[in-house]
């Protein structure tokens, strides 16, 4: 079992920065991929960016590209999402997520989710 707590959402005018983490606890030494999806109010939820936890390739959504950077520190069991320049677009609750597996983009792939956090961004 994984268990993923999120921190670091809250409110932001359009432009700014915002930094999430996700610490990890458990079995994470059976993680493959971690990732973050984000779900508007009346949108199904969405990829935002993920990354692999041995070689540390990252992917992102073509929305976040170049805005958004996830990191990892191994050491510290702690996912990142450095968010630059956000948008009110971007206004969502994000999720942390972990899969075991080496799917990247399908939310439905992810075995472990944190609680989620809310990014308010104001125009």
């Known amino acids: 079992q994984v268990t993923l707590v999120e921190s670091g959402g809250g409110l932001v005018q359009a432009g700014g920065s915002l930094r999430l983490s996700c610490t990890l606890s458990?079995?994470?030494?059976?993680?493959?991929?971690m990732g973050w999806f984000r779900q508007a109010p009346g949108k199904e939820r969405e990829f935002v960016a993920a990354i692999r936890s041995s070689g540390g390739s990252t992917y992102y959504a073509d929305s976040v590209k170049g805005r958004f950077t996830i990191s990892r520190d191994n050491a510290k069991n702690t996912v990142y999402l450095q968010m630059n320049s956000l948008k009110p677009e971007d206004t969502a609750v994000y999720y942390c997520a972990a899969d075991r597996g080496f799917v990247v983009r399908s939310g439905l792939a992810y075995d472990y989710w944190g609680q989620g956090t809310q990014v308010t961004v104001s125009s």
């Open positions: 458990g079995r994470t030494f059976t993680l493959n991929t």
